[in-house]
């Protein structure tokens, strides 16, 4: 038996936030995206509630990376923080579990979702979902280790949505704290459908808390996704990539507020700041242009001319041209919903 610390008041806390009276907005994991300086960036935009570190890849011998346990360690957002990680050895997950839980942790969240080929091949993240018993196993020794809050980071089943209702019957067992539902399979990746129907199963279902992800990108998509699903929180990845304002955008139009969408020039200034944080300065001018590229990625998707600039910014190697190409569709003061098209299209 473990020596789990008693660690109940966190977990009355981290159940709290669910009792606020609105719907809890989380930053979602994102690897080599949702590091320190981006929390810091989207906390100075309103922020989210809750966020969510990159996963900690856990194998027999891990040790947590200093450069993720940083997020932890020097939050600068003022919000609580969740470790997450992924994986498939249930004493090693359960060692750096509590490791994790040494440091100022509001929950630790369990991947059951990474898509990449080369983790769910190895039955870790997404790959679990094709091995229930494994999972069952993997909860219970988790939940057995962990003094605080225990939260799981979802799909809703591998090759089909059908296979959600056993996942639930599953996750029902184990006194989880929050369920974070990414309303598609594994095998449909990032495409377009997003299954809200067992989101809202999964409300139904469950007695702790659930947050719906997948595709949330303005406080119109938001509002639509907790009325379909019932969910107690709402989490956002790119959307929030593209979008840092998306968070007080959601808080302003449930309100009652209207939301206010930023300026080319704001989202301008946003790019500034993101390469004076994420880019660091020892590094080879290319190497930090491929890097902010990664981001332009996602937001690219959201400007008025989304297929002229990606095409633009692909072909930058230096700092000027990256900049001039963002000046020349930024630098102006027409309001930006920064949706990518599909979504554009869908709400006209
Ligand atoms: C670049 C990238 C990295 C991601 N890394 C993680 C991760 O480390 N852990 C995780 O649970 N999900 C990860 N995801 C999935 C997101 O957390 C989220 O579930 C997914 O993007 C759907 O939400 P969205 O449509 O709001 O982006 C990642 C997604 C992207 C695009």
Not at 27 to 46: E, N, V
Not at 160 to 168: I, N, P, W, Y
Not at 212 to 238: C, D, F, P, Q, W
Request: glycine share 8%; hydrophobic share 40%; net charge neutral.
């Amino acid at each position: 038996m473990d020596q789990v610390e008693d660690l109940s008041g966190r977990r009355e806390a981290f159940a709290g936030l669910f009792h606020g009276g609105r719907p809890v907005l989380s930053l979602a994991p994102m690897q080599d995206i949702t590091d320190l300086p981006f929390w810091r960036l989207m906390a100075r935009r309103g922020g989210a509630d809750l966020y969510f570190t990159e996963y900690f890849r856990v194998t027999p011998d891990y040790r947590p990376e200093k450069s993720i346990l940083r997020s932890i360690t020097e939050n600068p957002t003022g919000r609580p923080a969740v470790a997450q990680m992924i994986g498939n050895d249930m004493e090693a997950m359960a060692r750096v579990a509590r490791e994790l839980e040494r440091h100022d942790v509001a929950a630790i969240d369990l991947n059951l979702g990474c898509p990449a080929p080369v983790v769910y091949r190895k039955c870790a993240g997404g790959g679990l979902l094709r091995d229930l018993p494994r999972i069952d196993a993997l909860l219970a020794r988790l939940r057995e280790a962990i003094g605080g809050a225990f939260t799981v980071k979802t799909r809703v089943g591998f090759e089909s949505a059908g296979e959600f209702d056993a996942l639930l019957e599953v996750f029902s067992r184990h006194s989880l704290d929050l369920l974070t539902v990414h309303g598609r399979t594994v095998a449909e990746k990032y495409g377009p459908k997003v299954h809200h129907d067992r989101i809202a199963q999964a409300v139904r279902r469950l007695g702790c808390p659930v947050q719906a992800n997948g595709s949330i990108v303005s406080a119109r998509s938001a509002r639509e996704v907790l009325e379909s699903t019932g969910a107690a929180g709402l989490m956002i990845g790119r959307g929030a990539i593209r979008n840092p304002w998306v968070f007080s955008q959601i808080r302003d139009d449930l309100a009652g507020r209207v939301a206010v969408l930023p300026t080319g020039r704001e989202v301008l200034a946003y790019v500034n700041e993101l390469y004076g944080e994420v880019c660091q300065p020892e590094f080879p001018e290319r190497m930090q242009v491929q890097k902010m590229k990664k981001y332009m990625n996602f937001l690219g998707e959201g400007m008025e001319d989304a297929a002229g600039f990606l095409h633009e910014i692909r072909r930058c190697d230096t700092r000027v041209d990256f900049f001039a190409v963002c000046t020349r569709h930024l630098d102006h003061d027409r309001p930006l919903a920064l949706e990518p098209m599909e979504t554009r299209l869908a709400g006209e």
